[in-house]
């Protein structure tokens, strides 16, 4: 029993850095979306985190593993996000930054129809692998943010926030299908 005392005891300073990363600055964030005028287009994402942020994630995500140095940005996990980004959502592009102190990542997703696009607008639930927010449950709306894109001369965007009266999330079964009141 005091083994397991001594383990949690350890096991709560790595949380309230974890807390306290995500809730203290550590991290800058860059998100652009470039459209075409086909609707079809790109989504950047630059995430940079200071250097004692990158120091408290080397820990939390080695926690557990003896001598190894966890990956902190595995190309896997942004490849399978593309799919959670709506239908003809693809990974594009991924490479891992180093400046100064700070370390970070910046990934492309290429996308066919900005109309199916869903941007999730909580940055730390973008993180990869178990850096990231508290995953969704089934029962919870995600809070994304979502397009209706009119080609032509002039083209229209409209960009729905969630919370927004005309935006009724996308059922959870199919995540590219969006409906719109009003």
């Known amino acids: 029993m005091r083994a397991l005392c001594c383990y949690r005891s350890a ?13 203290s600055g550590c991290m ?15 989504y950047e994402e630059t995430v940079l985190f200071s250097e004692g942020a990158v120091e408290m994630l080397k820990m939390m995500a080695s926690a557990g593993e003896e001598g190894e140095e966890a990956e902190l940005f595995p190309q896997e996990d942004f490849e399978e996000r593309a799919g959670e980004m709506g239908t003809g959502v693809t990974f594009s592009v991924f490479e891992k930054l180093t400046d100064g102190g700070r370390e ?36 919870d709306v995600p809070e994304v943010i979502t397009f209706s894109f009119t080609p ?31």
């Open 11 to 23: 096991l709560l300073p790595l949380l309230f850095a974890g807390v306290a990363l995500l809730t």
């Open 28 to 42: 800058d964030y860059e998100g652009v979306v470039k459209l075409n005028a086909d609707g079809s287009g790109t």
């Open 104 to 139: 970070g990542y910046r990934t492309i997703y290429a996308f066919d129809d900005i109309n199916t696009l869903m941007l999730n607008q909580n940055p730390s639930e973008n993180l990869p692998g178990d850096l990231g927010g508290e995953s969704v449950e089934e029962d």
């Open 152 to 182: 032509g001369s002039p083209a229209s965007l409209v960009i729905y926030l969630p919370g927004e009266e005309s935006f009724t999330p996308p059922d959870s079964s199919d995540r590219g299908a969006r409906q719109r009141t009003g």
